[in-house]
């Protein structure tokens, strides 16, 4: 038995398995802490199998996988998830980079400090520059700090489910530094949007949020090979989503300096680094 490679997720193991038994090559799923190992019993057919990997790792969602579980997948196949909660947490972990957890986490801890009683030391220490007296451009980190904090539970739920899911695919798929680039750019220049707009007084990780959008959203149209990408609709539904934020349909006030400069972050990185990509 040889072993070709791991995948995070059972079903995306389960999609490549059913792809390589068209290919005629048996390979089986074994449940590890880390994720689903596949191994493959004919060493002969091994080196095929590895290779094949490869090319899955890169776009998994290309239309012969699709195909490759209605003709080879079986009703009857069944992977051992372990107990539902502990596959819950190995997927959210597995699923994205330490990046993307690091920022997830800070962003809850502002929030569970904010409304434990903590909410004016939290305000004044991370707001930008202005919303409280002497605060000036010497505290350099007022600048990025106003992405850490969120005014709502449904704001932070939104943020937050976004961010994870792309920003742990930029992640995992192309590394880190693509990704702290948009974090730290896209949660301060659009800041600077936000203020000439609406003055001090903001917060969220919004700005991030559509910058991530805009970047996996241009990735996917430009280096589909890089493995990321998410499909035109999320990408109408979230700048219909801008849109409604310049009226009064939405009912909270909405930072759309922050996104519109979050988005044109985004989609200026991606633009970059998917020209980068195509010229190796």
Not at 49 to 77: C, H, I, M, V
Not at 105 to 119: D, E, H, K, R, T
Not at 121 to 143: E, H, K, M, T, Y
Request: neutral net charge; aromatic residues 14%.
């Amino acid at each position: 038995m040889i072993e070709i490679g791991q995948l995070p997720h059972a079903r995306a193991a389960q999609a490549f398995i059913d792809y390589l038994k068209g290919l005629d090559i048996e390979c089986v799923p074994v449940v590890t802490e880390h994720g689903v190992s596949l191994v493959v019993n004919d060493e002969a057919k091994a080196e095929q199998a590895r290779y094949e990997f490869e090319q899955f790792k890169q776009n998994p969602y290309q239309k012969k996988y699709l195909e490759a579980s209605w003709d080879n997948g079986s009703t009857q196949t069944k992977l051992d998830y372990g107990s539902s909660s502990l596959g819950l947490i190995q997927q959210f972990i597995t699923g994205a980079g330490p990046l993307t957890l690091v920022t997830f986490f800070v962003c809850v801890a502002v929030f569970a400090a904010m409304n434990l009683g903590f909410s004016n030391q939290v305000f004044s220490q991370l707001s930008f520059f202005g919303a409280i007296p002497n605060s000036d451009f010497s505290q350099i980190w007022r600048i990025f700090t106003p992405s850490l904090m969120h005014f709502s539970a449904m704001h932070l739920l939104f943020n937050l489910l976004w961010w994870w899911y792309l920003g742990g695919k930029i992640e995992t798929k192309l590394g880190t530094r693509p990704l702290i680039i948009l974090l730290l750019v896209a949660g301060s220049l659009p800041s600077l949007v936000q203020y000439m707009m609406t003055g001090p007084n903001f917060g969220g990780l919004s700005g991030v949020v559509y910058a991530v959008v805009g970047y996996t959203w241009i990735m996917g149209q430009r280096a589909p090979e890089s493995g990321i990408g998410i499909p035109n609709s999320y990408m109408t539904f979230m700048l219909i989503w801008l849109v409604l934020g310049f009226t009064d349909l939405l009912g909270m006030p909405i930072a759309n300096g922050a996104h519109i400069g979050g988005l044109l972050v985004g989609l200026a990185q991606g633009a970059f680094d998917s020209k980068r990509k195509s010229s190796y």
